[in-house]
């Protein structure tokens, strides 16, 4: 069947509206999902200009979709007319799926950074017959109708908003999955997210969802606006850093010199991790959640980490298992605990690379393409 996408010809290229063939013979774990929205994420950005990865031109990317089910396969546990959230793939059986640590899955990078199915295979094509690189994160559902792993659904009420909730799969999950499920704050602690973006900002909102928030809340950003919306969301203090550059002795001041007790980076700026792992407290934790340059390497003191007992971790899609977490932030943002929609601006597919360029220049904090 034809279906309207977002295709990337090439490295660098832009979206591109086109019609493709979308092959609806689904296998026994797909689904054929029509999409209502789909969220525009940093990751698919990046990808969209990756070269070393032979294969993956011409793609759909898109790994924030929210749809309705059109078909299911006979492994699927949902139906036509199913309301569907989608994010990561897995395969299902490893011993980390089975803990529900899905995002650590031994086949991880390769279902969901791969070029189509687990086999190679693809569900997209041109209409001269050319493969377009299909199942981004499980599903590229930068598309108006996709075949997604049924591992990529999670089923929600069909009385929510699904342009609104698409990001949910992906940016929001892992900034709140990396405060609640790693860092873990209580309320004699402080904590501190450097980057006021989607994923950022989405840490500081999911401390709304504790009963006792930490004692101090420190948001670092460049940009002003992004700042002001940090303290509307919980943040109890801010750090400009072209105003402070000196970063440590920033951090200190605001801890009175014991150091920050939790810190997530979203920036994957090795200088930034070096500095929170030099300001970070007695037995003090570091996450990682933001990826810069694929290559970048952190140093960090033998000395000092053994005397502070400060800890370095990386936290992949919010250390989270979705299926269960992300039900718990729809009804915190249904009880007036995680308004992420906030944060949300809508575009016509046709307009998707509007949408890019505004994330890419920070205009907006979280694009959502519409499909309808």
Not at 52 to 67: I, R, T
Not at 362 to 369: E, P, Q, S
Request: hydrophobic fraction near 40%; aromatic fraction near 6%.
């Amino acid at each position: 069947m034809l279906t309207d996408a977002l295709v990337v010809t090439e490295a660098g290229a832009p979206f591109d509206l086109q019609s493709i063939n979308v092959d609806d013979n689904i296998r026994d774990h797909e689904a054929l999902i029509e999409m209502k929205a789909t969220g525009v994420c940093h990751t698919d950005l990046n990808f969209r200009r990756e070269q070393s990865m032979p294969g993956l031109f011409p793609a759909v990317f898109g790994h924030e979709g929210a749809g309705v089910v059109v078909k299911a396969g006979s492994k699927v546990q949902a139906s036509p007319g199913d309301h569907v959230l989608l994010t990561y793939t897995c395969c299902g059986d490893c011993k980390y799926c089975k803990r529900g640590e899905t995002s650590f899955c031994y086949d991880w990078e390769h279902d969901n950074f791969g070029i189509g199915r687990p086999d190679g295979s693809k569900s997209y094509s041109t209409t001269a017959g050319k493969e377009v690189t299909s199942h981004f994160f499980g599903q590229s559902s930068m598309a108006k109708y996709v075949v997604v792993s049924g591992r990529s659904m999670i089923k929600i009420d069909q009385s929510l908003p699904l342009n609104l909730l698409a990001p949910l799969g992906c940016g929001f999950m892992t900034g709140a999955g990396a405060m609640l499920n790693v860092v873990k704050p209580t309320p004699d602690t402080s904590v501190l997210v450097v980057g006021a973006g989607a994923v950022g900002l989405a840490a500081i909102m999911a401390l709304g969802l504790l009963d006792k928030p930490p004692k101090q809340v420190v948001a670092v950003d460049v940009v002003p606006e992004r700042l002001e919306l940090a303290k509307k969301y919980g943040a109890t203090h801010i750090i400009n850093s072209k105003e402070s550059p000196d970063l440590k002795k920033a951090i200190y001041a605001i801890t009175d010199g014991k150091g920050v007790d939790g810190a997530i980076d979203t920036t994957g700026r090795p200088q930034i991790v070096n500095t929170l792992l030099d300001a970070s407290g007695k037995k003090g934790l570091v996450v990682s959640v933001g990826v810069g340059q694929l290559t970048a390497n952190i140093e960090s003191n033998i000395f000092n980490t053994v005397n502070s007992g400060r800890s370095y971790v990386g936290c992949c899609m919010g250390n989270c298992f979705p299926q269960e977490f992300i039900p718990r932030l729809l009804t915190g943002w249904r009880e007036g605990k995680f308004p992420f929609t906030d944060l949300i601006k809508q575009y016509p597919a046709k307009d998707a690379e509007t949408a890019a360029t505004e994330v890419l220049k920070g205009d907006v904090v979280k694009a959502v393409v519409v499909w309808d």
